[in-house]
């Protein structure tokens, strides 16, 4: 192995909070809090690593979704089913929502 493929980086990285702020947020655009907060619901892909907030992020500073299995894929439009009116239709669209998680409207 060369010493070039040893201090080769690999992408994504895990980028303290306060580091992602300064580089996607205007000054005083969000805080530290609101951060974590957001990785904590799931919006931000990031970890809590030996008592601090990392997110994970691209070479070009943007989120990183899908990194590992612990994060989240990039958010998603909640799915729902809408009913037609027939009863029949609408029995099997509620009994398949129901076995897939999506919402019936």
Do not use: C
Not at 5 to 12: A, F, I, Q
Not at 71 to 97: H, Y
């Amino acid at each position: 192995m060369t010493t070039q493929h040893l201090n080769r980086s690999k992408w994504p990285k895990k980028q303290p909070v306060a580091e992602y702020i300064l580089q996607n947020y205007t000054e005083g655009g969000v805080s530290n809090a609101s951060v974590v907060r957001q990785i904590k619901k799931g919006t931000v892909p990031g970890i809590k690593f030996g008592g601090r907030w990392y997110v994970y992020v691209l070479p070009d500073g943007s989120p990183a979704w899908g990194y590992s299995e612990n994060q989240p894929a990039a958010p998603q439009a909640e799915k729902s089913v809408r009913l037609t009116g027939n009863p029949v239709a609408d029995a099997i669209l509620a009994k398949t929502a129901a076995n897939t998680g999506m919402k019936v409207a």
